[in-house]
C-alpha cells in the first residue's frame, strides 16, 4: 500500500490539532525548549534582574554568584544573587529590611514563622516577591536575595515565591 503525501498531510494536521487541543502540545513544547517558564515569563527574567534590590548589599557582602532562569517544575521566572557576608543575619536581614522598604517592597507576613525575610510588589503586571535568607554555597557562608515573580494570583503568604 502506498501513501501520499497529500494523506501524510492531512494525518499529521490532524494529530497536531488534536496535540494542540488536549494541551499536550503546549507542554511538549515546553518541555523540548527546557523552560517551564512561557514567553512572557521568559521575558520577565531580565526584568527582575534588573532591580535595584539586587545590587544593594551591606558593608562586608561580597557578590560570589548571580542567576536566573525559570523554576522547572513551576512556571515562575527568578533572579538573584549569592552573596558572601561572615556578619551576623541581622545584619544583612536589617540592611535588606530597610532598602526593601525605600525600594517599594513590603513585608510578607508568613503564615508558619522563618528566618528568612519575604516582600511583594507589583513589577509591571506581575506580583513579585524579594526573598532574603541565609545560604551556603561550596562552603562558603552567606545569604541569598531573590525576586522571583508571577502573572498568576499567588497566595498572600507569597507561597512557593517567598
Not at 74 to 102: L, V
Not at 148 to 157: G, M, R
Request: hydrophobic share 40%.
Amino acid at each position: 500500500m502506498r501513501v501520499g503525501a497529500r494523506s501524510v498531510t492531512i494525518i499529521f494536521g490532524v494529530a497536531m490539532a488534536a496535540l494542540a487541543v488536549s494541551g499536550l502540545g503546549y507542554t511538549a513544547l515546553r518541555t523540548a525548549s527546557g523552560s517551564e517558564c512561557t514567553p512572557a515569563e521568559d521575558d520577565l527574567i531580565p526584568v527582575l534582574a534588573a532591580q535595584r534590590i539586587l545590587a544593594a548589599r551591606p558593608d562586608g557582602a561580597v557578590a560570589r554568584d548571580r542567576y536566573s532562569g525559570c523554576f522547572q517544575d513551576d512556571p515562575f521566572p527568578y533572579a538573584g544573587t549569592f552573596y558572601e557576608f561572615r556578619g551576623h543575619r541581622e545584619n544583612y536581614a536589617s540592611f535588606y529590611e530597610a532598602a526593601a522598604k525605600a525600594d517599594g517592597w513590603r513585608p510578607v507576613v508568613a503564615d508558619e514563622p522563618s528566618e528568612d525575610a519575604c516582600y511583594t510588589k507589583k513589577v509591571g503586571d506581575a506580583t513579585a516577591f524579594l526573598s532574603v535568607g541565609a545560604n551556603s554555597v561550596d562552603a562558603v557562608q552567606g545569604y541569598s536575595i531573590t525576586v522571583s515573580a508571577s502573572y498568576q494570583e499567588v497566595p498572600e503568604d507569597g507561597g512557593l515565591l517567598c
